[in-house]
C-alpha cells in the first residue's frame, strides 16, 4: 500500500494561506493525489484531485514536485469555516476497488483561529 | 455533484438488536458502495465494499456475519450490524463513485449514521 504521512495538527489565522504536506514515497506510477475534507459529524468531501505539478480549483491548490514523492494542499485565506480534517489519499486515479484508492490515513487537523 | 445519502443520521439501540443503515445514491448509478466506521478523533477505515448484485468484499478483521451488507440495486446499499454489543458504537459512513459521470474520480460520502449501542 502506498502510505500516506500528514501532520497531526496546524494551527492557523484568519486570511492566512495555509499548506499541508503529504509524504508519500512509495507512489507509483499510475497513482493519482487526493485530498478530502471532512467536518465533525460528517461525510468527507473531495477537495482536489492531481497527478504533477500544479492543480487549481475554486478552493485549494495542489502542488506535486517532479518526484512525487510528496504533495502539498494550499488553502488560500483560510476562514474559520475551513476549520476540519484534511486527508490525503494516493491511488489510481477512479479507484478501481482496490483498497489503496479508498485508504484513508491520519489526517490533518486543521484549526482556524480568529 | 452527485449525492449520497445515508439514513439514519443516529440510531440508539439496546444490546443484542440489530441495526439497519441505508445508503443512496440519489442522482447516480453506483455499481460499487464503500463502507468506512470511524471511531473518535480516528480516521476512517473501510470495512468493505459492496458490490452490486454480488457479495460484498470485507476487509481483513471485519466480521461478515456481524456486518452484513446488502447492495441490491444500483443506488441502494445497506449496512446491517447484527447483535449489536456496545463496542459496535461508531461512526458509520458509506461512499460510492459516479464512473460515468463527469466527475468520476471523486468519491461521494454519506453524511453518516452515529450508532450508539446501550
Known amino acids: 500500500l502506498a502510505k500516506t504521512t500528514q501532520p497531526i495538527s496546524m494551527d492557523s489565522y484568519e486570511g492566512q494561506e495555509v499548506n499541508i504536506t503529504c509524504s508519500h514515497n512509495n507512489i507509483a506510477t499510475n497513482d493519482y493525489i487526493t485530498w478530502y475534507q471532512q467536518f465533525p459529524s460528517q461525510g468527507p468531501r473531495f477537495i482536489i484531485q492531481?497527478?504533477?505539478t500544479k492543480v487549481t480549483n475554486e478552493v485549494a491548490s495542489l502542488f506535486i514536485p517532479a518526484d512525487r514523492k510528496s504533495s502539498t494542499l494550499s488553502l488560500p485565506r483560510v476562514s474559520l469555516s475551513d476549520t476540519a480534517v484534511y486527508y490525503c489519499l494516493v491511488g489510481d486515479r477512479f479507484g478501481s476497488g482496490s483498497a489503496r484508492q479508498l485508504t484513508f490515513g491520519s489526517g490533518t487537523q486543521l484549526t482556524v483561529l480568529p | 455533484g452527485a449525492v449520497v445519502s445515508q439514513h439514519p443520521s443516529w440510531v440508539i439501540c439496546k444490546s443484542g438488536t440489530s441495526v439497519k443503515i441505508e445508503c443512496r445514491s440519489l442522482?447516480?448509478?453506483?455499481?460499487?458502495m464503500f463502507w468506512y466506521r470511524q471511531f473518535p478523533k480516528q480516521s476512517l477505515m473501510l470495512m468493505a465494499t459492496?458490490?452490486?448484485?454480488?457479495?460484498?468484499?470485507?476487509e481483513q478483521g471485519v466480521e461478515k456475519d456481524k456486518f452484513l451488507i446488502n447492495h441490491a440495486s444500483l443506488t441502494l446499499s445497506t449496512l446491517t450490524v447484527t447483535s449489536a454489543h456496545p463496542e459496535d458504537s461508531s461512526f458509520y459512513i458509506c461512499s460510492a463513485r459516479d464512473l460515468w459521470g463527469a466527475e468520476a474520480e471523486k468519491l461521494f460520502f454519506g453524511s453518516g449514521t452515529q450508532l450508539s449501542v446501550l
Open positions: 492531481g497527478y504533477k
Open positions: 459492496s458490490n452490486e448484485g454480488s457479495k460484498a468484499t470485507y
Open positions: 442522482d447516480f448509478q453506483a455499481t460499487t
